[in-house]
């Protein structure tokens, strides 16, 4: 299996599934034509991630990116959640294989969109 | 866990009796065919009635019949050696959209030493329509090459017909057998063709040799250039255990044939309408009724292949898939997209493939796991309401 065995057990048993009905910032990236799209919602209290959904629609890579750069973020502030980048997500794997890695790309822009998202609707922008 | 294989159009487990047909050609009779002495005379004649029992798997004559080394050689050889023969008369080239990469990328190849390849559209099964055949040959035109049965949806093109306005208006007409035979009576003669590939690994034969048909009186340049092999017209050294192999297991095809299409056709119908039964928003891909007896393949909306495939590797089922993630490229299956699904639709297809071991049991637990797996894949994607 091309897979680590951390990548297996993220998506087999994704963490943060879901979506959150009155999320104070959401994002979406990627395109259903491209074979991959994620949405993330993010519930945030006084700039810090107190909760955090995902919903993704895409290969083996694609859910485990998104189950683990959830766990990343949680209980983050918003400056430090902005700085996770694809290679921080890609090492909490233990490894992408390359064709892969455009997934934890995502897994970053999808978390950058719902804290731009967020900060547009609070001034912050 | 037990694991059960559904991807039989991808290989083939070798057959044991094939096996042990092989093994006294890994042992004692390992002479080398061009040699004069006992050793090389044995590995000949083994050869010889190896190239019999291919033939007649086809319908062929034995001096018709070339080893190669597989299905991809045999379609390169067909194509690039039909081409070079031919340039004086013509450069152009009939195929279509939806042959497997073997073709399709020897065309591509083609094109850039400067000849024209006319790729022609299939309907929404995938069927060629032959007076689209017609239509599109030229003055110039040498070859047409139409895949006997796609090896991803399972439509069989009505080769006969094409082969009959292929002779009658005097062009080559090569078609890639290497999913129908096993699987789908082959008759040269009857079909009109006048170059075949075909490949054992599909068949329970050994990897690494395959065959092509070149019909008597037909030149064709040499791909494989060095010793007087194959009648000096592909050089190496023959892989005589291979071709011993290959030749039982056209042998054991040819015997079971009709046993085999139809205990695979009733497998495989249980399992396309016990995934449309079960399973809603699902697309059967392929022709309804012209289509190989064990292939199923489906699009399932709103989720994607490759995380399918994942779920299903997990608890043991081996599938395939026509996702591009699953190869890493960045668009879904040139198939799927030829018989008209859209990108999304075409990322979320399965191919389950039945060969001779696939048992009732096996056919009742995908069926019984896979809307489950579906389901939850479903439920985590942004484009699934429930």
Redesign the interface.
């Known amino acids: 299996?091309m897979?680590t065995d951390k990548v297996?057990d993220q998506?087999?048993n994704?963490r943060n599934?879901g979506e959150i009905a009155d999320a104070d910032g959401v994002g979406?990236v990627g395109s259903?034509?491209?074979?991959?799209?994620?949405?993330m919602f993010l519930k945030i209290e006084n700039d810090v991630i107190v909760d955090v959904k995902f919903?993704?629609?895409?290969?083996?890579?694609?859910?485990a990116t998104s189950s683990v750069a959830t766990e990343m973020i949680m209980g983050k502030t918003l400056e430090e959640a902005e700085k996770l980048t694809n290679s921080m997500v890609v090492d909490e794997l233990g490894g992408l294989?390359q064709?892969?890695v455009h997934c934890s790309v995502l897994a970053e822009q999808a978390i950058k969109a719902a804290i731009k998202d967020y900060r547009s609707k609070h001034g912050q922008d | 866990m037990q694991r059960r294989y559904f991807d039989y159009a991808a290989t083939t487990p070798l057959d044991k009796e094939v096996l042990a047909a092989m093994i006294p050609h890994l042992e004692e009779n390992f002479g080398n065919p061009s040699s004069v002495y006992s050793y090389g005379r044995e590995a000949k004649k083994a050869i010889d009635e190896a190239r019999d029992k291919v033939a007649h798997a086809i319908g062929a004559d034995p001096k018709e019949v070339y080893f190669t080394s597989g299905g991809t050689e045999s379609d390169n050889w067909a194509i690039i050696g039909t081409a070079y023969a031919k340039k004086k008369k013509g450069n152009h080239i009939i195929t279509t959209s939806v042959e497997h990469h073997a073709v399709l990328h020897t065309c591509k190849y083609l094109e850039k030493q400067g000849f024209e390849v006319t790729y022609l559209p299939v309907d929404e099964y995938g069927m060629v329509d032959p007076k689209t055949v017609e239509e599109n040959i030229k003055d110039n035109t040498i070859l047409i090459s139409v895949m006997f049965a796609n090896n991803e949806i399972g439509t069989i093109q009505p080769i006969a017909e094409i082969g009959k306005i292929a002779k009658d208006r005097g062009v080559l007409f090569h078609t890639d057998a290497v999913q129908a035979l096993g699987s789908v009576k082959i008759d040269v003669n009857e079909l009109n063709v006048d170059l075949l590939s075909i490949s054992s690994h599909k068949i329970y034969g050994p990897k690494g040799i395959g065959a092509l048909y070149i019909r008597k009186g037909v030149k064709i340049d040499n791909l494989i250039h060095g010793g007087g092999q194959e009648k000096k017209k592909r050089a190496g050294t023959e892989n005589t255990p291979a071709i011993v192999g290959f030749a039982k297991a056209c042998e054991l095809a040819v015997e079971n044939l009709e046993s085999y299409a139809q205990r695979s056709a009733k497998l495989r119908d249980r399992l396309i309408h016990g995934i449309l039964e079960s399973i809603p928003e699902v697309r059967l891909n392929g022709h309804p009724t012209q289509r190989l007896p064990g292939n199923v393949n489906v699009s399932i909306k709103y989720i994607e292949g490759e995380s399918i495939l994942l779920s299903l590797d997990l608890i043991g089922i081996a599938a395939s898939s026509g996702s591009a993630c699953t190869s890493g490229a960045l668009d879904p299956s040139h198939v799927l997209l030829a018989i008209g699904l859209s990108h999304e639709i075409a990322h979320g297809s399965l191919r389950f493939s039945i060969g001779k071991y696939t048992t009732d049991e096996e056919v009742d637990f995908v069926l019984e796991k896979l809307p489950t797996i579906i389901q939850r894949l479903r439920d985590m994607s942004p484009l699934y309401n429930s």
């Open positions: 299996m897979y297996i998506f087999q994704p599934v979406e259903p034509a491209c074979g991959d799209i994620m949405k919903k993704t629609f895409g290969c083996g890579a694609a859910v294989p064709e892969k």
